[in-house]
């Protein structure tokens, strides 16, 4: 399902649970780079980026403050591909 409204991009169901997602694309600068919150105060449960530049994602909480690392120690990096993504998403 889409929800523009609520800056939701899937809503997604695990079974008994559903979850926001929000989708993203990023380039891939350096190790330090951060990601702006610009879902602040909606009902996003996950982000999930992919690297425009790579082949591999960050799945991530959604998180309150302005800014964070990309590379957050809550965040679960993935491979661009549906095995290791699903692995990672079950790992959260």
């Given at each position: 399902?889409?929800?523009?409204?609520?800056?939701?991009?899937?809503?997604?169901s695990d079974?008994?649970?559903?979850?926001?997602?929000?989708?993203?694309?990023?380039?891939?600068?350096?190790?330090?780079?951060?990601?702006?919150n610009?879902?602040?105060?909606?009902?996003?449960?996950?982000?999930?980026?992919?690297?425009?530049n790579?082949?591999?994602?960050?799945?991530?909480?959604?998180f309150?403050?302005?800014?964070?690392?990309?590379?957050?120690?809550?965040?679960?990096?993935?491979?661009?591909?549906?095995?290791?993504?699903?692995?990672q998403?079950?790992?959260?």
């Amino acid at each position: 399902m889409l929800d523009h409204g609520h800056k939701t991009d899937l809503l997604i169901s695990d079974g008994p649970n559903f979850h926001r997602l929000q989708v993203k694309t990023f380039t891939s600068t350096r190790d330090n780079q951060h990601i702006q919150n610009c879902w602040q105060g909606s009902n996003v449960d996950y982000l999930i980026l992919f690297a425009r530049n790579g082949d591999w994602g960050i799945l991530a909480p959604a998180f309150q403050c302005r800014s964070r690392k990309l590379l957050h120690e809550t965040h679960r990096k993935f491979k661009s591909m549906k095995r290791d993504f699903l692995r990672q998403f079950h790992q959260i």
